[in-house]
């Protein structure tokens, strides 16, 4: 983007204001939540991955984002490959209407908490529509810059080379026109086991990884760091594809003790996990280690350590997941939107998600979940009773 980017990160105050703005206009107090970092955040969030390439496409995922945004939704997730870096480019555009258009009503960037991801190596709509072009355009940007050729997976499909990573941040900082991000991701990181990668290679390179993120929040440039995945927290633990927060969350204290000091608190704060209807796995199934052989849930293993849980493919990235008519017509989803609304709110109602994302594009979609966000996510006991009821039918 070619205008001045925009500085500042989210920030305690400023979340708990938007939240009590939009409180005090009818929305539900519990359609917010105070998260480890003391951040407040809108139960429900956007995502900007799936969709069409193209100018009608983009002014619509524009618009949903600002229309979402002033609807009372301040959690904006995105990533350098999505949508050959158009999805990075429509919230550029869309923040640029929100903090520095005219009617931005005096939100500040300080409202907003926004996430990017990288890992997956990046076409460019902006030079080709060709995937596969533009990634080869990218992969021969990363050699150029210093990361081996052997570091790069696959042809050409993943890296977490701290080289890389400096182009890619760059990239998505450029992208939306932002001096620094919220939160920023490793993105599939497991992904690189199906490559020729073995797993104490792939610990190397997240632990590597890590000590760049940590300098990253030295420089500035993010407030912290997580994994974004799909398979590796909802496999068994003896899975080729299994990561363990426990191991992770070591491999942060190491790496904010080598980069900011003993004593220094790991940036490693945030994962994001498929939380949905058909993929429960991160509320139900133990795959991660505890103390000795106890094994819990991935989200239980967060909420005992701390970390927030964002949920990705809430609605069930575009298909119909399983068990959804008997969550659809539960008593207990009486007086909420009815229809898919009703799936985001199982993701939103998990003990330990602190925001469940969904992709936004035409105005009925922003509406019906704006209109989530006017009543309360169902209690724990309530879900409960709602799990129980639905996973054994």
Not at 237 to 266: F, H, I, M, T, W
Request: hydrophobic share 40%; proline share 4%.
């Amino acid at each position: 983007m070619s205008a001045a980017k925009i500085a500042g990160l989210a920030r305690p105050a400023a979340t708990a204001a938007f939240a009590a703005r939009f409180q005090a206009e009818g929305l539900h107090n519990a359609a917010y939540r105070v998260i480890q970092s003391k951040l407040t955040l809108s139960t429900v969030g956007i995502g900007t991955y799936q969709g069409e390439l193209g100018q009608e496409h983009d002014d619509l995922v524009v618009e949903a984002i600002v229309e979402a945004v002033r609807g009372g939704v301040n959690v904006i997730d995105t990533a350098v490959n999505y949508r050959l870096q158009q999805g990075e480019r429509c919230v550029g555009r869309a923040l640029q209407k929100l903090l520095l258009g005219g009617g931005s009503g005096g939100l500040t960037r300080e409202e907003l908490f926004i996430s990017t991801k990288a890992g997956f190596v990046p076409g460019d709509y902006g030079s080709s529509a060709d995937k596969e072009a533009g990634m080869r355009q990218t992969a021969q940007e990363l050699v150029a810059a210093g990361v081996p050729a052997d570091e790069i997976c696959e042809e050409f499909k993943h890296t977490l080379h701290p080289k890389a990573l400096d182009v890619l941040l760059a990239k998505s900082l450029n992208n939306l026109g932002l001096e620094s991000v919220d939160l920023f991701y490793l993105h599939n990181a497991e992904n690189q086991l199906g490559m020729g990668v073995d797993k104490p290679t792939l610990m190397r390179h997240i632990r590597d990884a890590f000590e760049w993120c940590e300098q990253r929040i030295v420089d500035g440039r993010i407030r912290a760091y997580g994994l974004a995945t799909w398979d590796c927290f909802r496999a068994p633990p003896d899975a080729n594809d299994s990561l363990q927060l426990s191991e992770l969350a070591a491999l942060a204290a190491d790496a904010a003790a080598k980069v900011r000091g003993d004593g220094a608190e790991a940036g490693f704060q945030y994962v994001q996990i498929p939380i949905n209807l058909g993929m429960p796995e991160a509320l139900l199934s133990s795959t991660q280690r505890l103390e000795g052989p106890e094994l819990a849930p991935a989200l239980a293993w967060a909420q005992r350590h701390g970390l927030s849980v964002f949920s990705s493919s809430s609605l069930g990235g575009g298909k119909t997941p399983a068990h959804s008519e008997a969550c659809e017509g539960h008593a207990l989803m009486e007086g909420r939107p009815t229809g898919a609304v009703r799936w985001l709110e199982f993701a939103r109602s998990c003990p330990g998600v602190a925001c469940a994302l969904v992709g936004m594009k035409r105005p009925t979609n922003v509406a019906s979940n704006l209109a989530l966000l006017k009543v309360a996510p169902l209690e724990p006991e309530a879900f409960g009773q709602l799990c129980d009821s639905v996973f054994a039918s």
